[in-house]
């Protein structure tokens, strides 16, 4: 990974292959490494750049606290240093929530938005609360706790599971307890989908445990544009799961007019 200061953190991130550029941006509590498959699939057609938010992977987090939009503007600054103006955004879970601050934030640069495994909702005050639970027992315990219980409902094949767990006990305690915290305070991005000037493409599974397949189904009735591939049996993973769809649809989304 590469690493650029940018906006008093430390950002990894890495580029693979040349052509249309597309960011893929990674969900709660994991890293740049769940995209490897569609890397391999797409690299030679498209310029693909992964990132690790900042909290995660190779990237560092202020002591302070963050929002979501902190988190977008991080991948501003990433797109300022590589000189792209636009791109197209990929992504999942709460990457796609960070894409929709950026949408909101930075309208201009959005070729086109496509959310895995996403919604646009705020946190219900329970919800809320609760990241605010669990980021305390993680600040106090570490992220064992996290993982223990989203595994089971990430994805129902072991071997996936496997791999999600490591990639879940290498995260530090303050990236995943500050991400809880922005979560908790994200807004509802609904009409940032009914009022979106680009492209917007909505992967979702329908064995989807810990965000429901009827978030993709809504997320499409705001926007009659938008398209939505539903993946059948495929849970909260599908680049792990079903990553030629997954690849396939991105390919096909992110394809210069
Ligand atoms: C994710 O997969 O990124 C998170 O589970 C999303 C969330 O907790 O809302």
Do not use: C
């Not at 769940?34 to 938010?53: A, F, G, N």
């Not at 496509?114 to 639970?133: F, H, I």
């Not at 492209?199 to 989807?208: R, T």
Request: charged share 20%; glycine share 8%.
């Amino acid at each position: 990974m590469n690493i650029v200061p940018v906006n008093g953190i430390d950002l990894a991130y890495a580029q693979h292959g040349t052509g249309v550029p597309v960011v893929l941006i990674h969900g709660f509590p994991l890293d740049h490494s769940i995209w490897r498959q569609t890397i391999e699939v797409l690299k030679d057609s498209y310029r693909l750049i992964v990132v690790d938010l900042r909290g995660f992977g190779g990237s560092s987090a202020p002591d302070s606290a963050y929002s979501l939009e902190d988190m977008a503007a991080d991948i501003a600054g990433l797109l300022d240093h590589l000189e792209l103006e636009k791109a197209t955004l990929v992504g999942h879970s709460m990457g796609g929530y960070i894409a929709l601050a950026f949408a909101r934030l930075y309208p201009q640069r959005v070729s086109g938005l496509a959310l895995v495994a996403s919604q646009p909702l705020a946190d219900t005050p329970e919800q809320k609360q609760g990241r605010y639970d669990t980021a305390g027992k993680v600040v106090e315990g570490g992220v064992g706790i996290v993982r223990d219980a989203m595994l089971p409902k990430l994805s129902a094949d072991a071997k996936i599971q496997e791999a999600i767990s490591k990639i879940i006990t290498r995260q530090t305690s303050a990236g995943v307890a500050g991400a809880l915290k922005a979560m908790a305070e994200r807004a509802d991005s609904s009409s940032i989908l009914s009022e979106a000037q680009f492209p917007i493409l909505i992967v979702h599974g329908d064995a989807d445990l810990l965000i429901p397949i009827e978030r993709a189904e809504q997320m499409k009735a705001l926007n009659s544009a938008a398209e939505l591939v539903v993946l059948n049996g495929i849970g909260h993973m599908p680049m792990m799961e079903a990553p030629g769809d997954v690849a396939k649809e991105i390919a096909k989304f992110a394809l210069p007019e």
